[in-house]
Structure formats: C-alpha cells, structure tokens
C-alpha cells in the first residue's frame, strides 16, 4: 500500500519567517495531495490541495510544490503568525483507491510572536 | 448546520457498556469515514462507505461496528470496549467528483 513520510515532526519558527514541510509518498500513480491544519480539540481542516497535473499551487500565505518526478510534496507558509501554530498532516490518494488517503505523522508548528 | 457534524463530542464509557457515536454531513457528498486518532500517532482509517456500501474494513476489531443508513449519516456503535480504544474519533466525508474530504470535529472517547 501506499506509504507517506512526513518531515519534520516539530518545527519552531519566528514569527514572520518562513515554515516548510515536506512530505513523500511511494505510490507513483498517486494523483491527489491535500494538507490539513488541526488545531487543538478540533478536526482536520483541509488548507489547500494540488493535484497531479499542477506543479504549484498558491493561496494567500500558503503554497504546495509537488514533484512527481521525485514523489514528494511541499507545504509552505509565508509570514508565519501565532495562529498559524497547530499540527499540519499532509495526505496521499493513491491512483487505485477510491477516495481513500494516506496521511503523514504529523507536523507540530510552533509560532513564537 | 453546515460541514460534517457530530456528537456527542465528549463520550466517557465502562468497557461493558454500549454506545454510539453519530455523524452527519451536510455537504451532498456520497462517501464517508470513520478515522481513529490516538496520541503520537497518525490518522488510523477505520472504515470506508460509497453510497451507503461498506468498501473498505482496514482489520477494525469487531467490538466496533459501523452503520451507514443513508449517504447522509454515518453512526459507530460501540461494545465491551478496552482502554486502549480511548481516542479522538473523526468523521469525514468527500465528494466523488473532486475527491476533497472534510473532517468533523471529532468524539474525544474515554474507556474506563
């Protein structure tokens, strides 16, 4: 089955800075990568996705980068703000599963104002 | 109501008692979840249903039993848990045609 890395596991940042998180996957045929924010006592919210034709996607402050070629997918988070302090998960759908993801571990950022 | 719903959202449980967990989506998608999350671990898929037909049981101990009535509501009934089984239990649900999945806020289960 598919199989997602997430990297890191915790990141600190200054406020302003910026934050990158990276994700693999190993399904090649894999065609959807959305990532979550979850905030503490609540549920996953999804914050932007790419699919596989797109190489970047931007929204505001946050971006994806994906690179088949390489199996692996980006997070980026621009001026970084103490709300943007959560945990991020990134997610796979793999090219045979019907609507089924794969997440990553999880990544614990932290904004320091 | 808007997005996907659930309740109760704090459930504290006998590992001999029975209860259920509720979900309902509120966004005309076909396909629903159940996902266990525990501390320092990553979403767990426990179940998966397309257009109210289980497709997917990823080896989820029969202790816990899902029921899709309708592509609207999803329940978890629960039996003679065990306190390993205290977790976060998500919902989730997505469209066929763009694949996006929306998660519930959760039911924070406690098995004493």
């Known amino acids: 089955g598919e199989n997602v890395e997430q990297h890191p596991s915790t990141l600190s940042v200054q406020e302003g800075d910026s934050a990158v998180i990276k994700c693999t996957y190993s399904?090649?045929?894999?065609?959807?990568f959305p990532w979550y924010k979850q905030e503490l006592g609540k549920g996953p919210q999804l914050i932007i996705d790419i699919r596989s034709n797109v190489g970047e996607k931007k929204d505001q402050r946050i971006a994806v980068t994906l690179n088949k070629t390489a199996k692996h997918f980006s997070l980026h988070i621009t001026e970084t703000q103490p709300e943007d302090s959560a945990v991020y998960f990134c997610a796979v759908r793999g090219g045979t599963s019907y609507g089924k993801l794969t997440f990553g571990q999880g990544t614990i950022l932290t904004v320091h104002p | 109501e808007t997005g996907v719903t659930q309740t109760p959202r704090h459930l504290v449980m006998g590992m001999t008692n029975k209860k259920s967990l509720k979900c309902e989506q509120h966004?005309?998608?076909?396909?629903m979840y159940w996902y266990k999350q525990s501390a320092k671990k990553p979403l767990e898929l426990m179940f998966v249903y397309n257009f109210k037909e289980q497709t997917e049981n990823n080896s989820v101990p029969s202790r816990f039993s899902p029921e899709c009535p309708n592509s609207s509501h999803l329940f978890l009934h629960l039996h003679t848990l065990q306190p390993e089984d205290s977790a976060l239990y998500l919902c989730a649900s997505s469209s066929a045609r763009t694949g996006e999945q929306y998660f519930g806020p959760g039911t924070r289960l406690t098995v004493t």
């Open positions: 966004l005309g998608h076909n396909a």
């Open positions: 399904d090649s045929a894999s065609n959807y």
